[in-house]
């Protein structure tokens, strides 16, 4: 019978229809200062993994009724399995022997070359796709992207799927992204190969092949390339976004970026409803480098936290691989060796030429000069210097002094470093030796580097250097052996290692972490290092790739709104400071996710002509309310008036739940609970009813 | 005290009494009771207050005074207690009730000035000094002082706390040395009511249960039996042992740091035949966590005589983190030697693995404390040398990842500590001082794989790098000799031709501590086996020599001077860059040149010594391009330094330049320059000679002008030098015999003008028979006096202390007028 204020915040639980009318019999909601209400909906979500990459993630989450795409990275490591596509006719490359089966039988040598006991498929390079087959994908509304490193698999989503949504991504992402897709395109486009290679992709005879082309996944959805008309017809879906911006999504789920740290323009992203928050973390670093830094506050309080994109080389200091890459550098060039560094135009090389610009003069390498070789070199260096806002604060400084943030600017001005779009033209005038060479593929399949590679390979004084931590270097290396030149691996990988993702977790403390299955055991060649992984209580949720997963979501709740002409016909009664209640019978109206409580129809007027009115017509059409209850009952207080009227021999005793008051008498029990009291009586309503009003007299009732 | 002062007292007393006189600095106020003092110890302070009665007049006044500066108040206090510590000056003072007025309840203690830390202080000093007769005690146990010192034992200034603390120990010592030193029985029944009382309390804040109180009461006994060596200290000891035992019955053992200190100062003072100590000992040992036992057993094992069981005990304890690792880690039984008995410590495991600081503090302190032993005399035996070094090898590969243990805690003990920089470090230092003994070939060959490991990571950091260059060092120089052989054994020359492309690269370093460390490393190595054929055929086919030329030009003037000494080094044993070959026949000299070069244009002084030290060395050694034409080197060296602006840079010149007149007139008798026996005078043919080289090389010019140098130490290593030229060029004689032309009258003349200040003024080339008459003409022991004097010998002077202080303020008339 009684009933604490409290417990009116267990909201009886109902089903949300669109334009359905509540019973206010069994709906009753605590009415809060702003004049909302909560409501509890059944609803879980999903996320659907696209990409078996934890680095180049595509990962689709249903999420209150929206289906959103995170990250479109493109997995390029299939490009190893392929020959080099040389800028200049290569003889040794030409001349490679074609593979032929055990049993002699040569009907594959045209597609596949062997080189130094590996094979290669002589044809175009490939690409894995994300997984299409999973879900539809013209059902995605909306794509996030998170960095221009996570975007690269776009013009794929966008152009062949049926997709019809906007992808959002910041101006940096977009503008950087598009330069990585130009420079793909051209290094592939330019060096057009008759020959497509089809034939070992077929499953017996695949089965037939040597690892690692036998072990190969999927290669039946290995694509081509993108052209640039595909790249131009994809990045005009982008709407440009900029961090803490937030954006609505069919009234339903708000989505914010947030500076994630790793490159120029990346984000995590926040996927909100006004009860359920989901953190996108994906590429984030800690350390100082040239952007903006992380924004870690804005992450706390997540139910749902998926973590993807953690640094590929845990073991490996970033600061210690820089020291070496200088180390390794000066000592190669110091000898008279040429020094190639097979990178992405865009990234880590503005650190890196930042190292070198303190470094070479240090090391007594002012007249060495450095070249920077990509179709879009010259505009990667140009946008560095004018994306200031997304910088770091003390390159922001730099811009009000006003000075280039980067000092790859002055590197330039005083010829230290030059940037040409090829090896072709001007840099085959200004080429001199010994030098330092910027270029890409990273994989070594495409792009200027394979000319030097070929170039310079033959030479024990030259070295080359991996930074990129994208590719394993041996495998990039295995069509250039044997090999002459020096190998450096320095891979530098600024993201997150489990250390810092161990303190990132403790501080903003998501209720649920789902992140990729690599991050949950340690990596297979270091299975003792428990500290390779994630380490978080409860254990993080892993996913695979072309695997569904059902994202656990305690809270399930959605907010109304009450229209204000039946919030002033609310007579709210405050039953204790702060906190007041108030009957509601109301229209709840749902429309695009939002949803609304309106005043209910007023019953139609009689239309005359009856001048009797039947005793129906006066009762309303819902049931006629009981009163609610609330406070409490003093025991003391209750057994005095019990005696005043005139009940004698009342013996008290005390429960686990509260009081039973014996009237030993009358033989009747009076049982006084939290939230209930029950008076047991043998037959005698009168008696009870009796009762019931004395103890009605302790409590409120509106 | 000189009449000047006592003429000059009264005013100061004056100055110091008048709260509107601005009150003298801090220092002045020092200066002036180290003075007092000086004088009190000299004399009778009794006679000094009756010829000074102002000094008793201040003391008064400043009771008087109520709005004089708690820094005057707290100098009197501490002025009254120098006085008083006469004790017929006490007699004396105590007439006037000026003691009780100063340091009884009527004085600062009752009043607001106690609200300043310095006041107490002052309070507690002045008692300090005060207390050094029976008078005293029983002023005292009058004036209930030592209940004021109780108090102030927790007070919140450290420093006042710090100080009542020493004086009841002092309070203590006084009593219990009293009038029956010697007779005191150690029994402490008879003690008296003084040390009664203070032992008392200590008793009290032992029994306490707030930590603070047993932490200053265990730091008072730590100070007795740190500085009190009375019979009665046993007595003490025997009285105050109950309490320890109560204090370890409680989990956890409070004050912990505290009581280990106590009782390791109870055991050095304590003779060796007290079993109960011993047993207090063991007993705490086994209370106390693994982490707070440590420094307690590290105190036992440098115990001279202490017993074998306690000593295994507490090495035991030190061994038990490192067995835990060991145990951990063992890839197969048997690893743990005769760490055996130590490990399976499931506190120590629990330690170890409870916390990542837990684990690293454990281990490091451990890792410490076993090196710290290692070369102690009285270290354990036998000394567990195998399993140690096993030990020490297995953390390194922990904190570097490259360990791959099986069991459970080793994977768990894996994660803590990899990339753990402090662990890595506390373990190279205990692993190169594990260099000092030696282990079996296989094992040394993982010490050298591990270190080399850690050499070539990326991921060592600068000081890591430091610790293991040393570390390498370390064994390296340990490295056993081929039999019948002189050369490095195969071994070593396996390591070497390993290790050098890792200083190669070392040296290429951007951080620039690295490469200092490497080069540190090198010139340590080359020092060492710079004649072993072994080593001079790795190091020259490798780029090590010319990149360490390269780093002369290094833009960090640290790298520049290690660089200059390494250079040096290898030049000396001919491993510079380019060997001496016919092709390039000028390569040694073009050193030479750059080294001469950094001497006279470097902007940092760290090169420019180093470049000295280099020179010095290699005249010293006769190196052979120095050989060739020493006279041109050395003229060419003293030109570059006469003028350089870092003292220490001139100083080294004038040791080259002794180094070279040693070597034309023959070695001083004794390096020291107040030898008695004066140094044997050289041949009349060779001294001529000699005088002219000088005399070509300019080296007296820049010795005399270094005889007036304003940096006293330049100055003093010239006038030995000249004093070492004037023993063998004019051993004997008047001053007038030779030379006394107008030629030495003009140099005397330039040289007043050298002392006034004035140096644009060259000396000209001067005549030997002249140089000998110039150096007798000298008075250089008068000089060589002067300069041992402190450099404000005059100024120190009380008097000029004293006339400063009044010129502060205005009360001396003759500086009215220089205001403006």
């Not at chain 2, 004089?68 to 100098?75: A, C, D, G, K």
């Not at chain 2, 330039?750 to 005549?767: C, S």
Request: charged residues 20%; aromatic residues 8%; glycine residues 6%.
């Amino acid at each position: 019978m009684s009933r604490y204020p409290d417990l009116c915040l267990n909201l009886k639980e109902c089903v949300c229809q669109e334009m359905g009318t509540i019973d206010p019999s069994i709906f009753w909601a605590l009415l809060f200062k702003g004049g909302f209400y909560g409501m509890k909906k059944r609803e879980v979500g999903g996320k659907y993994c696209l990409s078996g990459h934890p680095t180049l993630p595509c990962n689709v989450l249903k999420f209150k009724s929206t289906t959103i795409m995170l990250d479109c990275g493109l997995d390029m490591t299939s490009t190893l399995n392929f020959l080099p596509l040389p800028l200049v006719q290569s003889p040794r490359l030409s001349n490679l022997p074609g593979w032929s089966l055990k049993d002699g039988n040569a009907f594959l040598d045209k597609e596949l070359k062997e080189c130094s006991g590996h094979v290669f498929v002589d044809s175009v390079p490939e690409f894995c796709l994300p997984e299409t087959e999973l879900i539809d994908l013209s059902t995605v509304d909306v794509i996030l992207i998170s960095n221009y490193h996570c975007m690269m698999a776009l013009p794929y989503i966008t152009e062949h799927t049926g997709f019809t949504g906007t992808v959002y991504a910041t101006e940096p992402s977009v503008q950087i992204g598009r330069l990585l897709m130009e420079e793909l395109v051209n290094f592939i486009e330019r060096v057009p190969k008759a020959q497509s290679a089809s034939l070992w992709k077929n499953k017996d005879i695949q089965r037939l092949l040597p690892s690692p082309l036998k072990d190969a996944v999927e290669v039946s959805t290995w694509r081509r390339c993108y052209t640039m008309q595909e790249v131009n017809s994809a990045l005009s879906k982008i709407q440009l976004v900029g961090y803490s911006q937030k954006i609505e999504l069919f009234g339903a789920v708000q989505v914010t970026p947030l500076s994630s740290g790793y490159a120029l323009g990346s984000s995590n992203w926040i996927i909100q409803s006004h009860y359920e928050k989901v953190s996108y973390v994906s590429g984030s670093s800690l350390l100082t480098t040239h952007p903006q830094p992380m924004d870690q506050a804005s992450l706390k309080n997540s139910d749902v936290l998926i973590l993807t994109g953690l640094t590929q080389i845990p073991t490996a200091n970033p600061d210690g691989m820089v020291g070496e890459f200088c180390s390794n550098l000066a000592l190669t060039v110091r000898n008279g060796g040429n020094v190639l560094v097979p990178c992405y135009p865009s990234g880590v090389i503005y650190d890196l030429l930042e190292c070198l610009y303190q470094y070479i003069d240090s090391a007594g390498l002012s007249s060495i000069p450095f070249y920077f070789i990509s179709p879009v070199a010259n505009s990667s260096l140009e946008f560095s210097q004018i994306f200031a806002e997304w910088l770091c604060h003390n390159k922001q400084t730099k811009v009000y002094l006003p000075e280039p943030p980067f000092p790859h600017a002055e590197l330039i001005q005083t010829n230290k470093l030059k940037h040409y779009p090829s090896i072709h033209g001007d840099f085959s005038n200004d080429f001199r030796q010994p030098c330092v060479v910027f270029t890409g593929h990273p994989s070594l399949r495409f792009g200027d580097v394979v000319h030097f590679m070929e170039l310079w390979g033959k030479s024990s004084l030259n070295t080359v250097i991996f930074t990129e931590p994208d590719f394993s270097y041996l495998e990039a290396l295995a069509p250039y052996q044997p090999l002459a030149m020096k190998c450096i691996y320095c891979p530098i990988d600024t993201r997150l290692n489990f250390i810092q993702v161990s303190k990132l977790l403790k501080e903003v403390q998501p209720l649920h972490v789902v992140c990729p299955e690599q991050y949950t055991q340690p990596p297979p060649a270091q299975s003792h290092r428990m500290d390779l992984m994630i380490d978080c209580q409860p254990p993080a949720m892993s996913y695979r790739r072309a695997e569904v997963l059902a994202l656990p979501f305690k809270r399930r709740y959605e907010k109304i709104e009450i229209m204000p002409e039946l919030a002033d016909s609310l007579v709210p009664m405050e039953i204790k400071p702060g906190v007041s209640l108030a009957t509601v019978s109301a229209v709840l109206h749902t429309k695009d996710n939002k949803h609304i409580l309106q005043p209910p129809p007023r019953p139609a007027q009689p239309t005359g002509g009856k001048k009797r009115k039947r005793a129906s017509d006066d009762i309303p059409d819902c049931k006629v309310l009981k009163p609610l209850l609330s406070g409490s009952i003093p025991v003391e207080q209750f057994v005095q008036t019990l005696e005043k009227h005139g009940f004698s021999d009342i013996k008290v005793e005390d429960t686990a739940k509260g009081h039973i008051v014996l009237l030993q008498e009358a033989e009747t029990l009076i049982q006084i609970e939290e939230d209930s009291t029950h008076i047991i009586c043998d037959n005698d309503e009168l008696l009870r009813v009796r009762l019931r009003d004395l103890v009605l007299k302790f409590l409120q009732k509106f | 005290m000189d009449p000047e002062c006592s003429r000059l007292l009264p005013a100061l007393c004056a100055v110091l009494a008048d709260p509107r006189q601005p009150v003298a600095d801090d220092t002045c106020l020092e200066k002036l009771l180290d003075w007092f003092t000086a004088v009190t110890e000299a004399g009778s302070s009794l006679l000094l207050l009756q010829e000074n009665p102002c000094l008793v007049e201040l003391l008064f006044h400043v009771l008087k005074s109520q709005d004089l500066s708690s820094r005057i108040l707290s100098f009197s206090l501490r002025l009254a207690g120098i006085f008083a510590a006469q004790e017929n000056c006490f007699q004396y003072l105590q007439q006037g009730e000026l003691l009780p007025m100063l340091f009884g309840e009527v004085g600062p203690l009752g009043g607001t000035s106690w609200t300043a830390p310095t006041v107490r202080s002052g309070w507690i000093q002045g008692l300090h000094t005060l207390a050094q007769h029976p008078s005293a005690l029983r002023f005292l146990a009058a004036c209930g002082a030592v209940d004021t010192i109780f108090s102030l034992q927790g007070d919140p200034s450290l420093f006042v706390a710090s100080a009542a603390g020493q004086l009841l120990v002092h309070i203590l010592d006084l009593a219990m040395r009293g009038p029956a030193e010697g007779h005191r029985s150690p029994q402490a029944c008879d003690w008296p009511a003084c040390a009664q009382k203070i032992v008392g309390h200590i008793e009290d804040s032992l029994c306490s249960t707030a930590i603070p109180q047993v932490t200053q009461a265990l730091s008072v006994l730590t100070t007795v039996f740190g500085h009190c060596h009375g019979l009665w200290t046993q007595g003490l000891w025997v009285r105050l042992s109950p309490f320890v035992a109560r204090l370890l019955e409680k989990d956890p053992v409070p004050a912990s740091h505290s009581l280990v200190d106590f009782l390791l100062s109870v055991a050095r003072s304590a003779p060796s035949s007290d079993r109960g100590l011993w047993e207090t000992l063991a007993q705490t040992l086994s209370h106390l966590s693994p982490t707070q036992a440590g420094p307690l057993a590290f105190g036992i094992l440098k115990l001279q005589d202490c017993p074998q069981a306690l000593r295994t005990q507490a090495f035991g304890i030190l061994l038990q983190p490192l067995a835990c690792v060991l145990e951990a880690a063992a890839q197969a039984p048997g690893a743990l030697g005769l760490l055996g008995a130590a490990a399976g410590d499931s506190v120590a495991v629990g330690t170890l693995l409870s916390s990542r600081p837990a684990c690293v503090g454990l281990l490091c302190c451990a890792l410490a404390h076993l090196g710290l032993l290692q070369p102690l005399p009285q270290r354990p035996s036998p000394w567990p040398q195998v399993p140690l070094l096993g030990a020490a090898v297995t953390i390194l590969r922990l904190c570097s990842g490259s360990a791959a243990p099986t069991s459970d805690v080793g994977g768990r003990l894996c994660a803590i500590l990899v990339g753990c920089g402090r662990v890595q470090r506390a373990a190279l230092d205990f692993l190169g001082a594990l260099s000092q003994g030696t282990g079996p070939q296989e094992l040394v060959t993982q010490v050298f794989s591990v270190l080399l490991e850690y050499l070539v990571s990326p991921e060592s950091s600068s000081m890591v790098l430091k610790k293991a260059f040393q570390a390498t060092l370390g064994w390296l120089l340990r490295s056993p000799k081929t039999p019948g052989c002189c050369d490095l054994d195969p071994h070593t020359q396996l390591f070497l031709r390993e290790l050098l492309p890792v200083l190669q690269k070392r040296l290429c370093s951007p951080c620039w501590e690295v490469r200092d460390s490497g080069l540190e490393f090198l010139t340590q190595m080359t020092r060492h086996w710079g004649g072993q054929a072994g080593f001079r055929q790795a190091l020259l086919a490798s780029e090590v020599p010319e990149l360490t030329k390269q780093l002369l030009r290094d833009p960090e003037s640290y790298v520049r001077a290690s660089a200059v000494t390494a250079t040096g080094q290898l030049s000396s044993w001919g491993l510079c860059a380019t060997p001496a070959s016919p092709e390039r026949p000028g390569a040694q000299q073009s050193l030479l040149a750059e080294l001469l070069h950094i001497l006279s244009t470097d902007s940092e002084g760290f090169p420019r010594r180093a470049v000295m030290q280099v020179f010095t060395e290699w005249l010293r050694d006769g190196h052979t391009d120095v050989a060739e034409d020493a006279e041109r080197f050395v003229a060419g060296v003293l030109q570059a330094v006469s003028r350089d602006l870092d003292w220490e840079v001139r100083a080294q010149g004038l040791e080259l330049a002794l180094v070279f007149l040693e070597q034309l007139l023959g070695q001083r008798g004794s390096h020291c320059p107040c030898a008695v026996a004066p140094p044997e005078a050289a041949p009349p043919g060779l001294l001529a000679h000699a005088l002219q080289v000088l005399g070509r090389v300019q080296l007296f010019e820049f010795a005399l002008r270094a005889l007036f140098d304003c940096d006293r130490p330049v100055a003093q290593k010239s006038c030995d030098l000249l004093l070492f030229l004037r023993a063998k060029a004019a051993p004997c004689g008047s001053p007038r015999e030779a030379g006394d032309g107008p030629n030495v009258a003009s140099v005397g003349a330039t040289l007043q003008k050298w002392q006034a200040g004035e140096q644009g003024q060259p000396l000209g080339l001067l005549e030997p028979a002249a140089v000998v008459a110039l150096l007798r003409s000298i008075d250089l022991e008068g000089l060589r006096d002067t300069l041992a004097e402190s450099s404000d010998h005059v100024e120190k002077s009380p008097q000029s202390l004293l006339q400063d202080m009044l010129a502060a303020v205005g009360a001396l008339g003759e500086s009215g007028a220089d205001c403006y």
